[in-house]
């Protein structure tokens, strides 16, 4: 795909509404062409954006107009400053729903994150931006970042999170934080399954669930529709066993139980893991409306799934895009700059060709353009 075609297939089928009124020097498409190419090339701010710009300035005038040049890194602050989150938002989610597809059984995980030094002031941690992504697990792609109005509020981004995707037939995960009945209530009513991590909130279902479930691992289960899978890994003199119980006994919870609509199946998780001679075990409850067609070895597989968050989503842009280090702060720059990066990771993600990881391929992007078309044109 040649560059020409490869601008064609990035323009939005709804194209983002001009917004200024004064000194349109550069026009909005190029802006945010050039942000997303210098991104996954490795910028990780607007001034580096403006050096990928100058570096590339021929190659990127053979499919951009630029009448004015390069924009400098202050007009791209000021823009993407000013660019409102909601639409590009609308055409990020546009432009996901032809790549991946919810429906299937696939799992959608659903996890917040900060972006830790987005605040304005150094003494108002409190206006750091607050994100709360839809991560695919099977092929490590996120559909839907929102914004949320501050750290602890990640329940409101769950719920629009929950009203804007399309979920029929998905598989929903989440932390214990998602552990609510109106969450429970917009996943069936998405026509989607739910798997939920219990902890203390709240405790009754929590005391209730653990305590059940401890008696059946004691006693082996006896009399009680279950199912069970472990597994072992180790490298580098760490040992990890994962079990898994998975049992259908719903109706012990009794009363307790009644109120959480779907639920089919009691589901714990043991993490065992030996380092250089010292052992530590870790354990999660969930409940979750998965019947009993879902086995033991495949809700570990979701479990693992929504594990994934940490490493495959949150993990890539602390380390490979550096996000808890950038310091965007004017208007809604960090929360714009955050979602080309997550586009970014979506296009790397999704080339399968080249057998390194992300940075790597970042890398590659700023070395080779014809590699960096093959990952945007694919």
Not at 274 to 281: D, T
């Amino acid at each position: 795909m040649d560059a020409q075609a490869t601008a064609e297939r990035l323009r939005p089928r709804r194209p983002i509404p001009e917004f200024r009124r004064h000194h349109r020097l550069h026009k909005l498409a190029d802006l945010i062409t050039l942000a997303l190419f210098a991104v996954i090339c490795g910028a990780e701010g607007w001034v580096e954006v403006e050096a990928y710009g100058k570096k590339k300035a021929g190659w990127l005038k053979t499919f951009l107009d630029l009448p004015h040049g390069i924009p400098s890194h202050d007009t791209l602050g000021d823009v993407f400053g000013r660019l409102n989150p909601e639409v590009f938002e609308r055409c990020f989610q546009e432009w996901m729903a032809s790549m991946v597809q919810l429906s299937g059984g696939k799992l959608v995980a659903l996890d917040g994150k900060s972006l830790r030094r987005s605040f304005e002031q150094g003494w108002d941690q409190y206006g750091m931006a607050h994100r709360v992504s839809a991560f695919v697990a099977e092929n490590n792609m996120v559909v839907a970042p929102v914004k949320t109005v501050g750290k602890g509020q990640e329940l409101d981004g769950i719920q629009r999170l929950l009203k804007l995707l399309d979920i029929q037939g998905a598989g929903v995960s989440l932390d214990a934080l998602g552990c609510k009945k109106s969450i429970v209530e917009l996943i069936l009513e998405g026509q989607a399954d739910y798997l939920l991590q219990v902890k203390e909130n709240p405790p009754t279902l929590h005391e209730k669930l653990k305590n059940l479930m401890d008696q059946a691992i004691l006693e082996k289960f006896a009399g009680i529709e279950h199912d069970s899978y472990k597994q072992t890994d180790g490298d580098h003199g760490r040992i990890e066993t994962r079990q898994v119980w998975v049992a259908w006994n719903i109706k012990d919870l009794g009363p307790i139980g009644q109120p959480w609509p779907g639920l089919k199946s009691l589901v714990v998780v043991q993490s065992t893991r030996e380092v250089g001679g010292q052992q530590s075990v870790e354990r999660h409850d969930s409940i979750s409306s998965l019947g009993r067609r879902i086995k033991a070895q495949r809700m570990a597989g979701y479990i693992r799934g929504h594990w994934s968050v940490e490493n495959n989503l949150h993990g890539q842009l602390d380390i490979s895009f550096n996000e808890d280090q950038r310091r965007i702060r004017k208007g809604h720059g960090a929360e714009n700059f955050s979602r080309l990066c997550r586009i970014a990771l979506n296009l790397l993600t999704n080339e399968k060709m080249s057998k390194i990881g992300i940075a790597g391929k970042r890398a590659c992007c700023g070395w080779d353009d014809p590699y960096l078309l093959k990952v945007i044109g694919q």
